[in-house]
Every structure is written in C-alpha cells, then in structure tokens.
C-alpha cells in the first residue's frame, strides 16, 4: 500500500489541522478553570505569606484577598500590604531568583515594621520534584515564620539563638539558593534606604 | 490475529514488562520514583497516554503513509500529553503543580512509542488499547514498588504518611538518581534471572 508524495503531504496537513483544532478547543474550555486556579491560588499563598492561613475555599480567599489586600510599591517592586481595619498589619514582599533547575518566584511576609518575618510562599518554581520541590512543603515553609529581620544580619539554615532554619535533605543546592535570595530581598529592599 | 486481552494483560504486567524485560521508559523510572504519589500521578498519566495513542494510531493504522508515520505517532502522542498536561491543571491543581516538568515529559517515555511501533500499527484498535494500558500499568507498577523502597529508606514516609517508628536514620542516597538504579537494577537481575532458568528448563 505504497501511497504518493501528495497523499503523505494532504494527510499531514489535514491531521495537523485536526490536531490543533482539538487542541484549541480543549485550551479554550479549560481556560476559564485553570485562570481561576491560578488566580486563588497566588491569592491563597499571599495571604499565607501575611499569616492568613485558615481554611477557605476559592472564591472566599478571592473575596478576603480583595478586602484586606492593598497593592503597594515598596523600593520599585509591586508588594502588598496586609490591612485589618485599616490598619496596616503586614507586608507581602515578592522575591525572585534562580535555584538549581529555574528561577523561584515568592513572597516574604515581614510584620507592619519589618522587624519580623510573618511567613515564606513560592508562587512559581521548578525544582526536582521530591527533592529541591519540597521547598512548597508545608513543614519547611512554616519555618520562616517570625524570623528576625536586621539589617546586616542574614539568614542562614541550623540552630541560632533566636531562630532554627533546616535545609532540605538531599537538596542542598535548592536550599541555599532560597535563602540566598530572600537575603538579598531583605537588604535591597527593606534596608534600601528608602522605607526607613 | 488478534491476541485474547488476558494474554495482552499478562505479558504487559509480568512477562514482558515494559520496563523490567524491555528496559523501556527508564528516564522516568529514575526520576519520579523517590515519592509514591508522584510515581502514581506518572504512572496513571502514562498509562493513559499510551492507551489512548496506541488506540488512535492502530484506528487509522491503514492511512498512515509509512514514511512518515513516526511523525504521526509523535503528533497523536503530544496532543494527548497536553491534554493531560490541560486536565491536571484545571481539574487536579497542587498534583500538577507537584509534577511539574515530569507531565511534558510523558511524551519522552519510550513506552509509548515502543507500543505505537509494535504493537499498535499491526493490531485493531481494541486489543491496541488494552496493549498500551496495561503497558503503562506494568509501568506503573514496577515505579511504585521502586518508589516503595525508595521513599521508606528516604524519607521513612509511605505515601507521605510517616512509617518511622523506629527512628531509624533515613538514607539520603535513597532519594537520589541512584538508588533506585540499584533498585531497578536488582529487579531487573531477579527477572531476568527467573526467566533464563525457565529456558533451562524447557530445553533440557
């Protein structure tokens, strides 16, 4: 069943049409679902940043992200600022930088006067799942939560005097990479010169 | 000549396993199998994928031109993963999340092909199906006794749920690459092995 150079190059063209068509259509109707994923769940991990986390399902977290969240320029870069009453109660500061695999996108949650950490989230990243990925566990995350911020003072992971960070097991790479880059966030950003 | 489902089911499960007797689909064996529920995700998404190709392929089997019918293979093959890649994402959000760059690398997994080459382009699409599902579950199987092994030592987790009770020491080597080379390089020796005294057997 030799078949022609014609019929190989129609049936290349009609199946690919096919293809794309299906595929579109699939994007298309998925599109709606996967945007509000996307949106709740950077909205979800913003408010856990500021300490937020109790349980709510998507649309309460839309609802209290847009009630209690104000965006703000901190030193050029677009955070937010957590308010309860109209009262400023926290910051959300967003850092970014490169890890082992990719760049880590997050945001640093640091009290109303950036003495303190309130939380750490990732809101994109791309490392090794099981590995450098449990950088989006739970456990390690809980971790950065009422840290110290001084200035000239950096992070680093093991038993301190007032604080304990521990790296990831078999993701040393990943790890130092997070601190690293929220250390650099903490300078630049809050002791820039330009918010104190 | 086509084969009755329970023999299909068979061999892909046990005796000509994709990955322990055809040394397919490797790359992924090595990589997500350090947790049980990323094997699983990848498991199910490979099973699924070369079932749903290998169904579509054997379909139009006799229009395919034959010189291009690789390129064919590889197009069906991607349209299916993104439409996975596009399920997860909707529907199962923190999995996809979870894995990440593993689903765009379902269409790298060689089983599938493998499938769409041997078996798929020769047979009706019914048995074709069941060949390429139960392929991704032989699959899938071996990933979850290698991940088994794997997380226990590692992370003295099963299925993230803490099976430490002894507080033993984890074994960091067992999270990474090669531990579970070791691991599917034992399986493979044991089936191997169990196979070649067969053929002793036989032909004495």
């Keep these: 069943m030799k078949k022609g150079h014609i019929y190989t190059f129609v049936f290349m063209v009609v199946l690919s049409a096919i293809l794309v068509f299906a595929l579109a259509f699939a994007y298309e109707g998925f599109k709606p679902s996967i945007a509000n994923n996307t949106a709740s769940r ?47 109660k926290a910051y959300a500061l967003p850092f970014h930088g490169a890890a082992l695999w990719g760049s880590v996108d997050g945001y640093l949650g640091v009290n109303a006067d950036m003495s303190r950490t309130t939380g750490i989230v990732f809101t994109d990243q791309n490392e090794t799942p099981g590995l450098g990925g449990r950088i989006d566990e739970t456990w390690y995350k809980e971790q950065f939560r009422d840290l110290p911020i001084e200035d000239g003072r950096i992070l680093t992971y093991g038993s301190h005097d007032d604080y304990q960070i521990d790296a990831i097991t078999g993701a040393t790479q990943t790890s130092q990479a997070i601190l690293r880059m929220v250390n650099a966030m903490i300078q630049s950003v809050i002791f820039s010169g330009e918010v104190k | 000549m086509a084969d009755k489902p329970m023999s299909i089911i068979k061999t892909q499960l046990f005796s000509e ?20 529920n990323n094997s699983l995700v990848m ?82 699409p019914i048995p074709a199906l069941i060949d390429g599902f139960f392929a991704g579950l032989g699959y899938t199987g071996v990933l979850l006794i290698v991940s088994l092994i794997r997380e226990v030592l590692g992370f003295g987790t099963i299925l993230g749920m803490n099976v430490n009770f002894f507080g033993f020491e984890t074994w960091t080597i067992a999270i990474m690459p090669p531990a579970a080379f ?19 057997a036989t032909t004495k």
């Excluded at chain 1, 986390?53 to 901190?74: G, H, L, W, Y």
């Excluded at chain 2, 994928?49 to 392929?57: A, F, I, P, R």
């Excluded at chain 2, 034992?186 to 169990?194: F, K």
């Design chain 1, 42 to 88: 950077e909205r979800r991990a913003i408010l856990d940043a500021v300490g937020q986390t109790q349980a709510r399902s998507d649309d309460e977290v839309i609802d209290a992200f847009d009630a209690a969240m104000k965006p703000v320029q901190i030193a050029g870069q677009n955070a937010y600022e957590y308010l309860e009453n109209g009262e400023t």
């Design chain 2, 17 to 36: 396993n994709q990955v322990l007797r055809q040394v397919l689909g490797i790359c992924s064996a090595l990589a997500v199998t350090n947790s049980m």
């Design chain 2, 43 to 124: 498991g199910l998404g490979v099973s699924f994928v070369t079932g749903l190709s290998s169904m579509t392929l054997s379909a139009m089997r006799n229009i395919i031109p034959r010189r291009v019918r690789m390129l064919v293979q590889t197009l069906i093959i991607a349209v299916y993963v993104i439409f996975v890649d596009l399920t997860l994402q909707a529907f199962l959000p923190d999995i996809s999340k979870q894995l990440g760059p593993y689903v765009g690398l379902i269409i790298t997994n060689c089983i599938i092909m493998g499938r769409a080459e041997a078996y798929a382009q020769s047979n009706p």
């Design chain 2, 182 to 200: 070791f691991i599917i390089g034992a399986l493979i020796w044991g089936l191997s092995a169990r196979a070649a005294k067969k053929t002793v």
